[in-house]
């Protein structure tokens, strides 16, 4: 089997991803994601201004999310997955999108991070005539890379100490639950964001940028009307979630910040 040199076949990746991941199907609210975190580390989060919540999007969701008439990975270069999770979007993204060169997963939750860095290493194992880890510390960051250079990175962290490289986004999933404090934070976030960026997020932006009185930074993508929906572990029929393109005024030093490179 070829991987990630060719475009895969969509039941290629299935049956990788399932080597990986064991069930990558699962819905409710006692999947991997959600079993693995005490409520220990749910308190903790709460005094850091972060909400753990947990769900995550099915591979069809992802697959739709991904789509032309959505986000266009086939139009992407750099990808982020704010909130990863247990790490299922990046590592299916990473092997159905050759034109993808970099695919990063940021997750503040430590078991969860925990469980994405076993199941990549897991993936590298398996595939190593294909894929070799480029660094690695041990419940921190893993980088991984195929024979062409393409790279897989996972950080333990929080989404806004992306905030630097953001602006290299070229689709950005954002499914994540954000305390109110924080919202004039997440708009100086996504300003960042370069212009044509198209994200994905479970909160409307829209609304919340615009409760703020902020110039307006996202458009909503035509065909994400009320109706579009995005199969999910706790909708599996599927539930509306929000996808934008970043519009409006750009930060004056975008050329500056067009000069950085992923490291
Ligand atoms: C709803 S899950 C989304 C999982 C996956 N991205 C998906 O779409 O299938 C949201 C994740 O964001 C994480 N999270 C919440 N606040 C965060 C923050 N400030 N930085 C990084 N991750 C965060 C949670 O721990 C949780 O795993």
Redesign the pocket.
């Known amino acids: 089997m070829t991987l990630i040199l060719k475009q895969l076949k969509l039941d290629t990746s299935d049956k990788i991803t399932k080597s990986v991941f064991g069930n990558v199907v699962e819905t409710g609210t006692e999947t991997k994601?959600h079993l693995c975190?005490k409520q220990k580390e749910e308190e903790d989060?709460e005094i850091k201004q972060?909400?753990?919540?947990?769900?995550?999007?099915l591979p069809q969701g992802?697959r739709r999310s991904l789509d032309k008439k959505h986000l266009n990975g086939k139009n992407a270069k750099i990808v982020f997955?704010?909130?990863?999770?247990i790490g299922?979007?990046v590592v299916m993204i990473f092997l159905e999108h050759p034109n993808i060169a970099c695919v990063i997963g940021?997750?503040?939750?430590s078991s969860?991070y925990k469980l994405a860095e076993e199941y990549v290493h897991k993936l590298v194992d398996k595939y190593s005539k294909h894929l070799r880890i480029t660094e690695y510390k041990s419940g921190k960051i893993t980088k991984i890379s195929d024979l062409c250079g393409r790279r897989l990175e996972i950080i333990c962290?929080?989404?806004?100490d992306e905030l630097p490289r953001i602006c290299l986004a070229d689709i950005i999933?954002f499914?994540?639950?954000?305390p109110v404090p924080l919202y004039t934070k997440l708009y100086d976030f996504f300003k960042e964001a370069k212009k044509g960026c198209r994200i994905m997020s479970?909160l409307n932006l829209k609304n919340l940028f615009d409760t703020m009185k902020q110039e307006s930074i996202v458009e909503q993508l035509e065909v994400n009307k009320e109706d579009d929906l995005i199969q999910?572990?706790w909708s599996s029929e599927g539930c509306h979630m929000f996808m934008w393109t970043r519009c409006g005024a750009i930060i004056k030093d975008t050329k500056i910040k067009e000069g950085i490179k992923y490291k």
């Open positions: 994601g975190v989060a972060a909400n753990l919540l947990y769900g995550e999007l992802l997955d704010l909130g990863m999770g299922k979007n940021i997750e503040l939750s969860r962290g929080n989404l806004f999933l499914n994540v639950e954000i479970y999910t572990s």
